[in-house]
């Protein structure tokens, strides 16, 4: 069963949110194609940045947020499509070819060239504007309110803070693709016991998979002390 992740209600804030992150710029961008024009996001910015947004509640696939405006209490609700797990696999291979992108994963970072060899593998890592549903109880004549880009755009602000709940809302969770990479690193052990297998560079696969196998354990060991 896959786990939710439940985010506090953002706090009232002054000023813009800026999005630093290629990934939160490109769902920016996603969000900004719902919107029927240019008034009804600068609405939606503005409530998203009023604090009277719920927390946040993101599952595989969807998320949920309750919104307050002069009219009442709404419920806002949307989908993602989900990535197959073949899909799912291709990429824990790609993060895991490198310690550094396996490092960048745990830390909540997705670096560019993992989404471009994802991409050539045929995975979409950030859904464009089709791809995003929502609906809302408020009953607004537009497929798309104020309400829903309201919490879209904090979706977008959290998702920039943490690539990895990018993945999770697309189906690929943090453990599963861990998991992979553990799986992955045990069958190349397996299948290679003696071999050097060098690579163009003169550096050994064997090596390469002990890199990223150290770098698994170090940030795992790190996050868990922080977590204490």
């Known amino acids: 069963m896959s786990a939710v992740l439940t985010f506090a209600r953002e706090p009232q804030r002054r000023s813009m949110v800026r999005v630093e992150s290629w990934w939160g710029r490109a769902f920016l961008r996603a969000i900004e194609e719902l919107a029927y024009d240019d008034n009804q996001l600068t609405g939606a910015r ?52 490198t310690a550094e992108r396996t490092e960048a994963l745990l830390s909540g970072e997705l670096p560019l ?20 549903t929502v609906a809302c109880t408020c009953g607004h004549w537009h497929a798309v309110c ?16 943490d690539a990895s709940v990018l993945l999770h809302l697309r189906g690929a969770e943090r453990d599963d693709l861990l ?3 553990r799986d992955g690193m045990r069958r190349h052990r397996s299948a290679r016991p003696e071999a050097a297998d060098v690579t163009e560079t003169g550096e050994s696969t064997r090596d390469q998979v002990d890199d990223v ?16």
């Open 213 to 228: 196998e150290i770098a698994l354990d170090a940030v795992l060991r790190a996050r868990h002390l922080l977590e204490e």
């Open 46 to 97: 503005s409530l998203a940045r009023s604090g009277r947004i719920g927390g946040l509640v993101v599952e595989v696939g969807r998320f949920a947020a309750a919104v307050e405006d002069e009219r009442g209490l709404w419920t806002v609700t949307g989908t993602v499509p989900v990535l197959p797990g073949d899909a799912v696999t291709a990429l824990s291979e790609v993060v895991g070819a």
């Open 179 to 181: 998991d992979q990479l």
């Open 113 to 132: 060239d993992v989404a471009e060899h994802a991409e050539e593998a045929g995975v979409e890592l950030v859904p464009y504007g089709e791809e995003l």
């Open 146 to 161: 104020g309400h829903s880009l309201a919490v879209l755009h904090q979706l977008c602000w959290t998702v920039d803070r």
